[in-house]
């Protein structure tokens, strides 16, 4: 596994501790892998998901750091979102 998909993975569920997730979103982070979150969590997984976010490293990584709103990513082309796109700004709120 990729170090940046374990940090990902550890940082996601800092930030989503007592959150609540109604249904599954998958972030692709472009050469590296794939992380699903769902109401257990974040952890490694590559299948079907309600949501799909696809990103760079850099971006992905500025989103998680608070530089890189995920608004933004998204209107600028660098935020790829597929799927219910409720389901993706419910997750930027609580990543925020």
Known sequence: MSG????????????????????????????????LIDSDGARVDD???????????????GMLEGDVSPTAAFMSGQLKVDGDMGMAMKLGNLLT
Do not use: H, M, P, W
């Open 47 to 61: 299948c079907e998901a309600d949501c799909t976010l696809t990103a760079s490293v850099e971006t992905f990584q």
């Open 4 to 35: 940046i998909i374990e940090a990902a993975v550890k940082a996601l569920n800092a930030r989503l501790d007592g959150g609540d997730i109604d249904g599954t979103v998958k972030f692709i982070i472009e050469n590296e892998g794939s992380i």
